[in-house]
């Protein structure tokens, strides 16, 4: 066993957050403006923000709650740049080592230069915050986007050859995967790692469904594919991982709490996961949170966490 293997059992058995957060992980399934706790977020731009509500219903009620107290703060130069100044302090603080943290392609519209200037923040917020954390800049798209918008908006992303993945979002159930064929396709020719939001509200048959339509990498959450033996058999055999987030399937009402979260059916059919923080400013949890409360549910042995922790690194 690896010395960060026995440091990170050490530190569940002691439940000590501080010796957790100095072991290696991954975060594969993050939304960069929402990548830091809402406190930090306040003290920076020195206004009070509300915070959400414990529970939401669906995205649609995260997405009001974010119109209504966030959005204001983080469209514009200086809270953007300072949301992601935070978010990648977060991740370097929280022992994140390998990041594919997403920034929505309708952010070119806040630079002059478009997707240039948006690109030359990222470098230079990556390299002053976090140079040792290797960041994978992950380019997204909201459903909730027009597609003439968003395909105006990511294709010079994705020909900007910086990015090196894509993820879709937003209300999962409103349109459909085929739609953003062109834009997927456009993205797999120039080699970037394609996932999409699949199965957070969907069925376990649309996640096959959008991994096929849009000949997905892996998929962010994926979780209702634990109700089909078939297809997570098929996930198995086809080798797409899912990148969980516990806490945030729980505050978003689609897991009634952590000890009854389906990673645990998904990773017992050999489905790979990963365990990641999702959006920080809503959800209050880290990555090494994360790992703290599966392992104080029982869910998963510290074994098994361990596995877990080290899929993230393939
Ligand atoms: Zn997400």
Redesign the pocket.
């Known amino acids: 066993m690896s010395g960060n293997s026995i440091l990170f059992q050490k530190a569940l058995l002691s439940s000590d957050i501080e010796l957790l957060k100095t072991i290696p992980k991954s975060d594969l399934?993050n939304?960069a403006p929402l990548g830091s706790r809402l406190i930090n977020f306040s003290k920076a731009i020195g206004k009070n923000i509300m915070p959400p509500p414990e529970f939401m219903t669906d995205i649609a009620e995260m997405n009001s709650y974010i119109i209504n107290n966030l959005r204001a703060e983080i469209v514009n130069h200086y809270g953007f740049k300072t949301s992601l100044e935070l978010a990648f302090r977060q991740a370097k603080e929280d022992g994140v080592q390998k990041l594919e943290m997403s920034v929505d392609c309708q952010f070119i519209t806040l630079f002059d230069d478009k997707e240039i200037g948006l690109i030359n923040l990222l470098k230079e917020i990556h390299l002053k915050e976090a140079p040792d954390i290797v960041y994978n800049p992950e380019i997204g798209l909201s459903r909730n986007l027009e597609i003439s918008d968003a395909e105006s908006w990511i294709f010079p992303c994705i020909e900007s050859g910086y990015f090196k993945s894509i993820d879709l979002?937003g209300e999962e159930l409103i349109k459909d995967a085929k739609l953003y064929r062109d834009i997927f396709k456009k993205a797999k020719n120039s080699k970037l790692k394609l996932k999409s939001?699949a199965g957070e509200f969907g069925t376990a048959e649309s996640v096959r469904y959008t991994v096929e339509t849009l000949e997905l990498d892996e998929v962010?959450?994926g979780i209702a594919a634990a109700v089909s033996k078939e297809v997570m058999r098929w996930l198995r055999d086809n080798n797409i991982r899912l990148n969980v987030?516990p806490t945030?399937n729980i505050r978003l009402g689609r897991v009634e709490k952590i000890e009854k979260h389906p990673a645990r059916i998904l990773a017992d059919n050999g489905v790979v996961i990963t365990i990641n923080s999702?959006?920080i400013m809503i959800f209050n949890q880290s990555v090494s949170d994360e790992y703290l409360n599966l392992f104080h549910s029982k869910l998963f042995s510290i074994n098994d966490l361990e596995i877990l922790r080290q899929n993230g690194f393939q």
Do not use: E, I, L, N
């Open positions: 399934h939304h979002y939001h962010q959450h987030c945030s999702d959006d």
